[in-house]
């Protein structure tokens, strides 16, 4: 869908699509085992009971890898509510984990393989088997900033006062970290993610 990739990009992701070949998690799967529904809003919650950011009614495309140019790779995808669009970005909790991801890792996920043949169900794999190895966290931006989505091309407008919202999944609630100016013209990186999340577990 056009208007979601525009969005990512927009939001400072900038993802590959390695395989067109999409994939469904179940209801076994650790997104939906690890959502409780309608968590009540705390000073450092949201509340969660209308907006279910891991819910896989609500991706938009299939897990993949963010590609910054630099190597730096990391697991996500983005997806749609009614209340605007998010991508949901999986950051490795040591140096080794996120290394893992790297193109330059030869014992890593691309080992002895072409990074094209690689598709969404092997990261899903990964993903699942070593889901305490990592930080949720999603990027929001609310359907209030977009003023203007053309239908016909996919193109949209965001007024210039557009916040991105950055949450944090953590003992099964979403808790609120910041909320940043969404600015168009860098791309965070890696790092940019990891230090949001260092900053705000001091």
């Given amino acids: 869908m056009r208007i979601v990739l525009n969005i990512v990009l927009y939001l400072g992701i900038c993802n590959i699509i390695i395989s067109k070949e999409s994939f469904f998690i179940s209801k076994e799967s650790f997104f939906i085992e690890s959502y409780k529904e309608n968590i009540k809003e705390t000073?450092?919650?949201?509340d969660l009971s209308c907006i279910n950011f891991l819910d896989e009614r609500n991706k938009k495309d299939s897990i993949s890898l963010s590609d910054l140019g630099q190597g730096e790779l990391f697991p996500s995808y983005s997806g749609e509510i009614k209340q605007g669009f998010f991508s949901v970005n999986f950051i490795g909790k040591?140096?080794?984990?996120?290394f893992f991801w790297s193109i330059y890792n030869n014992k890593g996920f691309f080992k002895n393989n072409n990074p094209y043949l690689k598709n969404s169900r092997d990261i899903e794999k990964i993903i699942n088997k070593r889901r305490g190895n990592y930080y949720i966290l999603v990027v929001f931006l609310?359907?209030?900033?977009i003023k203007h989505i053309d239908k016909n091309t996919g193109d949209f407008e965001l007024s210039k006062n557009a916040v991105n919202e950055?949450?944090?999944?953590?003992?099964n609630q979403w808790k609120f970290i910041k909320k940043e100016k969404n600015n168009f013209s860098i791309i965070p990186s890696l790092n940019y993610y990891v230090?949001?999340?260092n900053e705000y577990k001091k």
Avoid: M, P, Q
């Avoid at 000073?43 to 949201?46: A, C, G, N, S």
């Fill in 166 to 171: 950055i949450y944090l999944y953590e003992n």
């Fill in 142 to 145: 609310s359907n209030k900033y």
């Fill in 195 to 197: 230090n949001i999340i």
């Fill in 43 to 46: 000073r450092d919650t949201i």
């Fill in 94 to 98: 040591t140096k080794k984990e996120r």
